[in-house]
């Protein structure tokens, strides 16, 4: 059996990360039949706080009564979900020249997805990304996605040397096809992010041996948002609260909102598969929106643009254009999607994503 290792973003505190993470090994292990792993790097820290200097650890104490109990549950829960599928390697590459011992044991190396060529990442980091020490024949970049390009200077010139060595590349936006082409002529498929390989049914099947804390809760909206609010989106949230709706805000600190962060990736799951409503400017949350078919407003020009890109493409690819927030949209005037023909569309794409693995990892 072939055994395929995973390269992506490490850490245990990001839902989307973890759930595209988990997807694409519940893909090669089922639908591939090989032997898939992820492959920690120095992300994936397995403790609440790491003390870097004197005035890291003075601010540590400093929040110890806040935030430590709450980031040590939402840690537990992050973890208690990775170690049951991500099928993590008991070592860890924390640089190229370890990700090359341990790429020895493995038949390929599959990079992707996440940011994981984003521009905020070093010069080092996008060597380690793109795989520059494995053998090329091994290299394959899976719905690897670049936010929104250029890089910058430096990290372009390794990633234009790099890049050129895959012996199969996909990314997950148009713009990064767009800009690989333009800096080097290379063809590359956009293809989907892995969390949209599985349909709902399955995902549902994924964790329903792990506690639902939504299926009876009454009427809510699942709120997710990696930046404040617009003015106009916390609008639309106070005039559904004042009409009756739970607001479940699941990536919040504020005392009222503890419960829902210190809760892992298959409660993200659930809270969205039973929502009434989902307001987000997240990628993830907008893409779990549609697999379950939930009414979705998503606000992507939040986070300084850094979600536009993959957004724009998730929305364009799903027919769903108009599920982006508007200034003309209220809790009255909402889009009231085509979810059947959406998840046509994934359907497509989902099986011409599949054609794309099963050639790289010769299945």
């Known amino acids: 059996?072939?055994?395929?290792?995973?390269?992506?973003?490490?850490?245990?505190?990001?839902h989307g990360n973890r759930l595209q993470n988990a997807a694409l090994i519940y893909v090669l292990r089922r639908d591939l039949n090989v032997e898939a792993s992820t492959i920690p790097n120095w992300g994936n820290f397995r403790g609440v706080y790491r003390v870097r200097s004197f005035k890291n650890l003075l601010g540590f104490v400093k929040n110890i009564n806040f935030q430590y109990p709450l980031l040590k549950a939402r840690l537990s829960a992050f973890l208690s979900f990775s170690d049951e599928f991500s099928y993590e390697d008991s070592r860890r590459a924390i640089n190229s020249r370890e990700l090359t011992a341990i790429s020895n044991d493995y038949d390929y190396i599959i990079a992707g997805s996440d940011q994981v060529w984003a521009n905020w990442q070093t010069p080092e980091?996008?060597?380690?990304?793109?795989?520059?020490?494995?053998?090329?024949?091994?290299?394959?970049?899976?719905?690897?996605?670049?936010?929104?390009?250029?890089?910058?200077?430096?990290?372009?010139?390794?990633?234009?040397?790099?890049?050129r060595h895959?012996?199969?590349?996909?990314?997950?936006?148009?713009?990064?096809?767009?800009?690989?082409?333009?800096?080097?002529?290379?063809?590359?498929?956009?293809?989907?992010?892995?969390?949209?390989l599985l349909t709902?049914?399955?995902?549902?099947?994924?964790?329903?041996?792990?506690q639902d804390l939504f299926k009876n809760k009454p009427k809510y909206v699942f709120c997710y948002f990696l930046s404040t609010p617009s003015s106009k989106m916390?609008?639309?949230?106070?005039?559904?609260?004042?009409?009756?709706?739970?607001?479940?805000?699941?990536?919040?600190?504020?005392?009222?909102?503890?419960?829902y962060y210190k809760l892992g990736p298959d409660s993200f799951i659930n809270a969205v598969s039973h929502s009434r409503m989902v307001l987000t400017d997240s990628y993830h949350a907008s893409v779990f929106s549609i697999l379950f078919s939930r009414p979705l407003l998503v606000d992507a020009?939040?986070?300084?643009?850094?979600?536009?890109?993959?957004?724009?493409?998730?929305?364009?690819?799903?027919?769903?254009?108009?599920?982006?927030m508007t200034d003309n949209y209220t809790a009255d005037n909402y889009p009231k999607p085509n979810f059947e023909l959406a998840h046509r569309r994934i359907e497509i794409l989902r099986n011409s994503s599949l054609s794309f693995l099963r050639k790289a990892i010769d299945c």
Not at 167 to 182: N, T
Not at 200 to 210: C, D, I, P
Not at 310 to 321: D, M, S, V
């Open 1 to 14: 059996m072939k055994k395929i290792g995973i390269v992506t973003l490490g850490g245990y505190y990001n």
């Open 125 to 163: 980091e996008i060597d380690y990304f793109t795989l520059g020490s494995v053998p090329d024949e091994k290299r394959i970049a899976y719905a690897a996605s670049m936010g929104n390009p250029p890089l910058k200077k430096e990290s372009e010139k390794i990633f234009n040397k790099q890049i």
């Open 166 to 196: 895959f012996s199969h590349l996909s990314v997950r936006e148009q713009a990064a096809a767009d800009y690989i082409e333009r800096i080097t002529g290379l063809q590359s498929p956009v293809v989907l992010d892995p969390t949209m």
């Open 200 to 210: 709902a049914q399955q995902w549902r099947e994924l964790v329903k041996n792990r």
């Open 234 to 259: 916390q609008a639309i949230i106070n005039d559904l609260a004042s009409r009756g709706f739970t607001i479940v805000n699941f990536n919040s600190k504020k005392e009222s909102d503890r419960n």
């Open 301 to 324: 020009g939040r986070m300084g643009g850094k979600m536009s890109s993959r957004i724009t493409t998730l929305l364009t690819n799903t027919g769903l254009l108009e599920c982006q």
